[in-house]
């Protein structure tokens, strides 16, 4: 079971599951709260939490408006 480091804006969140990186990202959704602010995408890496700066070539890099589209967010 893979554990990802997934990070957008003030949200960081270690989430170990079995699900793929955007199914991930969509169950994030659900734990920000009015404090968190997100970036226009969401990172998504095995080794640590990752950004704009520090995202590597094997880092999944997901729109925000995707994920929040596929969560029905919109």
Do not use: H
């Amino acid at each position: 079971m893979p554990k990802y480091y997934i990070s957008s804006g003030t949200l960081q969140m270690i989430y170990n599951t079995n699900k793929n990186p955007v199914e991930a990202c969509c169950d994030m959704l659900e734990e920000i709260n009015e404090n968190d602010t997100l970036e226009e995408y969401f990172y998504v890496d095995e080794r640590g939490f990752r950004g704009l700066r520090t995202a590597q070539s094997d880092t999944v890099v997901i729109e925000t408006e995707s994920i929040m589209d596929i969560s029905g967010w919109t």
